[in-house]
T-cell receptor, first 111, second 115 residues
């Protein structure tokens, strides 16, 4: 069955630095990969979608890469701010075209 | 921006009782979903719904669960006889089309506590 692993449960980054979060997957090559943000007590909020034929996608300070050879997506936040502190979820396409979520990485931006 | 709204925000229920969770999806969306997130765990798919019927359900969505779209706007999740392990956040989501090439829009969830 497909598995998603997000690199760590928690990540502490100094304000102003670039935060990089990792999503690795096994057993299937999805055509689409999504990233969501989840704040405590809130539902996930869609951030970016990247297709398998796109190596990179950007939106303001966010950048997502998708390496189908390594079976990995990297999610970058440049010039990080304390307001970027949240849990970030990777979600990828299952074989049946539905999506499954990773457990998420809690990001703390330290002022 | 249109939102998915869920009520109540917190539901406390005695074990064995029935509970109904309510959702109002975004009005022009056609696909509706329920997810569950146990505290500290990942978001887990329960069921998807399209054209007034279930299009897919997970192994979590057993006979104790049901979904309904009783009118043109509400989408409900019913748990018939709640168990302690049903305690979790339940999220409703909607999208314009099915499939992983479309984002899903989530509500802020209902926290279900089974005593």
């Amino acid at each position: 069955s497909q598995k998603i692993e997000q690199n760590s449960e928690a990540l502490n980054i100094q304000e102003g630095k670039t935060a990089t979060l990792t999503c690795n997957y096994t057993n299937y090559s999805p055509a689409y990969l999504q990233w969501y943000r989840q704040d405590p007590g809130r539902g996930p909020v869609f951030l970016l979608l990247i297709r398998e034929n796109e190596k990179e996608k950007r939106k303001e300070r966010l950048k997502v890469t998708f390496d189908t050879t390594l079976k990995q997506s990297l999610f970058h936040i440049t010039a990080s701010q304390p307001a970027d502190s949240a849990t970030y979820l990777c979600a990828l396409e299952r074989r049946d075209d539905k999506i499954i979520f990773g457990k998420g990485t809690r990001l703390h931006i330290l002022p | 921006e249109p939102e998915v709204t869920q009520t109540p925000s917190h539901q406390v229920t005695q074990m064995g009782q029935e509970v109904i969770l309510h959702c109002v999806p975004i009005s022009n969306h056609l696909y509706f979903y329920w997810y569950r997130q146990i505290l500290g765990q990942k978001v887990e798919f329960l069921v998807s719904f399209y054209n007034n019927e279930i299009s897919e359900k997970s192994e979590i969505f057993d006979d104790q669960f049901s979904v309904e779209r009783p009118d043109g706007s509400n989408f409900t999740l019913k748990i018939r006889s709640t168990k302690l392990e049903d305690s979790a956040m339940y999220f409703c989501a909607s999208s314009t089309s099915d499939g992983a090439n479309q984002p899903q829009h989530f509500g802020d969830g209902t926290r279900l506590s089974i005593l």
